[in-house]
């Protein structure tokens, strides 16, 4: 506003700028000086008049135009100033005249519609007409179709309309948003919802079947009342919530991906006091309608956008190929992210991250099912052969073959219909004694009691340990490290000991590791112990996991080496008998293998390769994009996040 008003000033005193700079750049400026400044030059300048009569009269003529320029802006400040006055002058205590408003009772009570068109109504309506693009196909609006009609036209091929009741002719759909498991999913184009969420409770379930009932790639168009009357009388107990911006934006994020949320917050405080008082649109200026002051938030806009990713077969298709049309090719790449579980289920200790909850589990499938593509490893590898790599696409792999990957997750991806890939160390099927690092957390991460010092042959060296204190260990001390990790510093000489027998076992072969493992049994005075949550996968588990098609069984060794420290030989033989165990237990052929720990080298490679895998996956983290080596897959190691961290790591792989 302000600068807006200052503008006739300044051209005005360029004006006057510029009649000073002709004056001055002709060769009768010492006249002028001569004849209108200095006394004592003043016979010079009556010569100049006198002899150059018509420059003389020029000259006064300006200095006419001078003086009147100078009074124009002194007017102009003067405006300036009068309308800058009511925002800049400070009312004193007491005297402020609140004329009409002076009332304990609003003008109106019905939100202005007895006067004209309420305040709200004026900021939705700009907001549907600004996203009126979005009105399309089959379209839901709640009470009645208006706006669907007015602002969707003959975009509108469906236009449906829900109420809670029975009882509106126009009514379509009879429903309670926070309880619409009629109401088929990827239903609508668009969701045209005004002024409705504060009269549900349950906005969080509501918000929820908005985005189930939303096709993808559709659009909910919401409004929500900010700081308002809350008509209690007309709609009785049902008033409960008044929104801002933020509770808005943080609401919907829980469901939709943050990218696809806009959301504006409209008004100010006269806005805010018409609205109130029950005054109409046609009773302000439109100017004072909108100015938009942050602190006043009359009304919330807010449009989000269902992703695209959660597309049906058929129309994912027809995306794809829209999507391969629209853009150059470099900027058609898409991304896809390799993630990798172990365990799906509580451990009371878990040094390397391998357990998620099965909760938190749930909660990343269902964040996979709503933002991401969920794809089987041997689609991904296929996509990768045909150069078409889909955007944002996320594929599920379990390593090692822990019982629970059958008991506990393959029910869970069955819920969500998401494809997963485990990686069976075949060695350890159905094998009584479970994988060695569990057994090594047994003897030193578990409550119990250890001799004090221990001296130890490994590897021909010799290993020794002072325990001191550490060797007993209470239920109070585990649950206090229970959250410990093997990449953290060590809490008790019980972990530092954990940590370097973990380091001289894990390059060991299989035979000399379980003889160490014995000897530590033996020293430690206990038996290895069949913890059941610890169990791997048995034969017949091993069957049942591989059967329907959502679990793909892959190979992940025999033993579990440390591929890179073996010999050419022994490489091939972990690699290929574990792929030859497989294919027989399976009867199929297994054509996915993962590197254990990730380890590898050239001859690995090539060793998987010739042994007709399709691909290989290792441990290092990174995006899959087009040009990355089908046998040096990078995955992501997932650890116990809750909905919000997987979300968040997810969104910002993908942003990358
Ligand atoms: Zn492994």
């Known amino acids: 506003m302000a600068d807006s008003s200052e503008k006739p000033a300044t051209h005005m005193r360029r004006s006057i700028n510029k009649v000073r700079t002709n004056i001055w750049k002709r060769e009768w400026r010492q006249a002028v000086h001569s004849m209108l400044v200095l006394p004592r030059n003043y016979l010079r300048g009556l010569a100049l008049l006198i002899k150059r009569p018509r420059l003389a009269q020029e000259l006064v003529a300006r200095e006419q135009r001078i003086k009147e320029l100078k009074s124009n802006l002194a007017r102009e400040r003067r405006k300036i ?9 400070q009312i004193p205590i007491g005297s402020v005249h609140y004329g009409d408003l002076r009332r304990l009772r609003p003008i109106s009570q019905k939100f202005g519609f007895d006067r004209g068109k309420p305040i709200d109504r004026y900021y939705i309506e700009n907001f549907l007409a600004h ?42 759909i009879v429903a309670d948003l926070t309880r619409a498991d009629h109401i088929p999913s990827d239903t609508f184009d668009c969701i045209i919802l005004t002024q409705t969420l504060q009269f549900i409770y349950d906005v969080r379930s509501a918000i929820q079947t908005l985005h189930r009932i939303l096709k993808p790639g559709g659009a909910l168009l919401a409004t929500f009342p900010g700081i308002t009357q809350t008509s209690c009388r007309e709609y009785g107990e049902c008033y409960c919530w008044a929104f801002t911006q933020l509770s808005a934006r943080r609401l919907f994020e829980e469901t939709f991906p943050a990218a696809s949320i806009g959301i504006e917050a409209h008004g100010n405080v006269l806005a805010v006091m018409a609205f109130v008082h029950g005054l109409a649109v046609e009773e302000l200026r439109r100017e004072e309608l909108d100015y938009h002051d942050p602190d006043y938030e009359l009304l919330i ?4 956008v269902k992703p695209e990713a959660a597309l049906s077969q058929g129309r994912r298709a027809v995306e794809r190929l829209r999507r391969a049309i629209m853009r150059p090719r470099s900027r058609s790449e898409g991304k896809a992210l390799i993630l990798i579980y172990h ?32 794809l089987g490893l041997k689609q991904l590898v296929q996509r990768l052969l045909d150069g078409e790599l889909p955007d944002r696409s996320v594929v599920v792999t379990f390593d090692d073959g822990y019982a629970d990957n059958l008991h506990i997750a393959k029910p869970l991806l069955e819920r969500y219909d998401i494809p997963a890939t485990v990686f069976l160390t075949t060695g350890y099927i159905g094998h009584e004694r479970g994988f060695w690092w569990d057994e090594l957390d047994q003897l030193l991460l578990q409550p119990g009691t250890l001799p004090e010092s221990i001296y130890l042959k490994i590897n021909g060296s010799i290993y ?30 019980r972990h530092s000991m954990y940590i370097s027998l973990w380091e001289l076992l894990r390059p060991l072969a ?32 091993a069957i049942n996991l591989a059967q329907g098609e959502l679990v793909e069984v892959g190979a992940h060794t025999v033993t579990h080496p440390f591929l890179s420290t073996l010999s050419v030989a022994s490489q091939r033989s972990e690699i290929l008998d574990s792929k030859a165990n497989l294919e027989e ?14 380890s590898r080298s050239a001859e690995t490679v090539a060793i998987v390769r010739k042994a007709r ?12 994009r087009s040009s990355t080596p089908r046998f040096r897959l990078p995955r992501v190691h997932v650890a116990d996040w809750d909905r919000e961290e997987f979300t968040r790591r997810l969104s910002r792989w993908f942003s990358d």
């Not at 399309?136 to 829900?162: A, F, H, P």
């Not at 237990?585 to 990730?598: A, D, E, K």
């Open 343 to 374: 365990r799906v289920t509580e451990l009371r200790s878990d040094p390397w991250s391998l357990a998620v909850s099965p909760e938190r589990f749930a909660e990343h499938l269902d964040v996979i099912r709503q933002y991401a593509l969920p």
């Open 464 to 493: 020794q340990r002072d325990l001191g204190e550490a060797a007993h260990y209470d239920e109070d001390a585990a649950r206090r490290y229970r959250n410990w990790r093997g990449w953290q510093d060590v809490p008790t000489a």
């Open 510 to 541: 299989e035979g000399e590791r379980r003889q160490v493992l014995d000897e530590l049994l033996t020293w430690a005075g206990t038996e290895s112990e069949n913890r059941p949550t610890y169990r791997p996968l048995s034969l017949e588990e």
């Open 585 to 598: 237990i399976l009867n199929r052929p297994v054509t996915s293998f993962s590197y254990p720990y990730g």
């Open 81 to 89: 100033r009068q309308l800058k006055k009511p925002e800049r002058r």
């Open 301 to 304: 806009t807010l449009r989000a």
């Open 131 to 172: 996203w009126s693009g979005d009105i399309r196909g089959r379209v839901l609006e709640i009470g009645d179709n208006s706006y669907t009609q007015r602002y969707g036209g003959s975009r509108v091929k469906v236009s449906d309309v829900l109420n809670i009741a029975e009882g509106n002719p126009q009514t379509t």
């Open 613 to 624: 895998f399709a691909c290989a996956c290792s441990t290092h983290a990174e995006l899959v």
